[in-house]
T-cell receptor, first 115, second 113 residues
Framework: DQQVKQNSPSLSVQEGRISILNCDYT??????FLWYKKYPAEGPTFLIS?????DKNEDGRFTVFLNKSAKHLSLHIVPSQPGDSAVYFC??????????????FGKGTHLIIQP | DTGVSQNPRHKITKRGQNVTFRCDPI?????LYWYRQTLGQGPEFLTY????????KSRLLSDRFSAERPKGSFSTLEIQRTEQGDSAMYLC???????????FGNGTRLTVT
């Protein structure tokens, strides 16, 4: 049973426009969320994270929004650039008071930026 | 480059053989994780270490898999009696601690023929 879901396998956006990638989760114990970007033949690269005590975190062109009541988060990229073309993974972690479950990943969304 | 380093990058082996992969984490990171990724899926958690102690193992980690981090620095992942279903990308990551981003290496791609 998938605890982190990325329902769009791919997304095509024109260069300069906003890219919005969505992610839903089911486990209410998750309290730390991350987005990773992955190019072929490379490992995932950390992009941005958000703790459950916040609803927004911004870093340059990247903003992550968290809606805890809906168990939904999104990644906004503005403006989109050709180098943003990659697979984006949403990941979640639950803090269990000393233990640390590994990150649970979604299946990824392939973002394609069209010139 | 002081990122996470994994060796080898590629490994082709015959079914039934044993293989071992190595991971060198970022030096100041005390947590080290192993993940596996297959085509069309996100990375799946296998196990993690806090310093030299292996604190958690996924049910995905069968008895044929063993991981060590003998001195709390580098780690090895061994797969015994490999099967074709073991073919995947094996990713290593490290982090400073709980609720800290994991930083991944470029992985070892295993092909079992």
């Amino acid at each position: 049973d998938q605890q982190v879901k990325q329902n769009s396998p791919s997304l095509s956006v024109q260069e300069g426009r906003i890219s919005i990638l969505n992610c839903d989760y089911t486990n209410s114990m998750f309290d730390y969320f991350l987005w990773y970007k992955k190019y072929p033949a490379e490992g995932p690269t950390f992009l941005i994270s958000i703790s459950s005590i916040k609803d927004k975190n911004e870093d340059g062109r990247f903003t992550v929004f968290l809606n805890k009541s809906a168990k939904h988060l999104s990644l906004h990229i503005v403006p989109s650039q050709p180098g943003d073309s990659a697979v984006y993974f949403c990941a979640a972690m639950g803090y269990s008071g000393g233990g640390a479950d590994g990150l649970t990943f979604g299946k990824g969304t392939h973002l394609i930026i069209q010139p | 480059d002081t990122g996470v380093s994994q060796n080898p990058r590629h490994k082709i082996t015959k079914r039934g053989q044993n293989v071992t992969f190595r991971c060198d984490p970022i030096s100041e990171h005390n947590r080290l994780y192993w993940y596996r990724q297959t085509l069309g899926q996100g990375p799946e958690f296998l196990t993690y270490f806090q310093n030299e102690a292996q604190l958690e193992k996924s049910r995905l980690l069968s008895d044929r898999f063993s991981a060590e981090r003998p001195k709390g620095s580098f780690s090895t992942l061994e797969i015994q009696r490999t099967e074709q279903g073991d073919s995947a990308m094996y990713l290593c990551a490290s982090s400073l601690g709980p609720n800290s981003p994991l930083h991944f290496g470029n992985g070892t791609r295993l092909t079992v023929t």
